[in-house]
């Protein structure tokens, strides 16, 4: 079964940048929308940014300015580019794709700490 694999959490000081990867163990086809979301201790999960298979983007009011999508199709991947980061991004990091049904992959932590 596929499955999405992200990658590049990790601890980071405020003012500082981390780039998420998200790739697909295996392909994936007919790709609606790829995107990424976050949950922080005693929130919900929420909608960071999202693209779609058009190209066009959506992002949270929170980081706009700050963070950047993209997607390599050839590789079956997408990118969450943050920067400027803040102690209120940190959370568990989590991607999600719709295709022919939804995806999610496990979550890779993202702490903003000096």
């Known amino acids: 079964q596929v499955q999405l694999v992200e990658s590049g959490g990790g601890l980071v000081q405020p003012g500082g940048s981390l780039r998420l990867s998200c790739a697909a163990s295996?392909?994936?086809?007919?790709?609606?929308?790829m995107g990424w979301y976050r949950q922080a201790p005693g929130k919900q999960r929420e909608l960071v940014a999202q693209?779609?298979?058009?190209?066009?983007?959506n992002y949270a009011d929170s980081v706009k300015g700050r963070f950047t999508i993209s997607r390599d199709d050839a590789k079956n991947t997408v990118y969450l580019q943050m920067n400027s980061l803040k102690p209120e991004d940190t959370a568990v990091y989590y991607c999600k794709w719709v295709a022919s049904r939804i995806y999610w992959g496990q979550g890779t932590q993202v702490t903003v700490s000096s």
């Open positions: 693209i779609f298979s058009g190209g066009a983007t």
């Open positions: 295996g392909s994936i086809f007919s790709i609606y929308v």
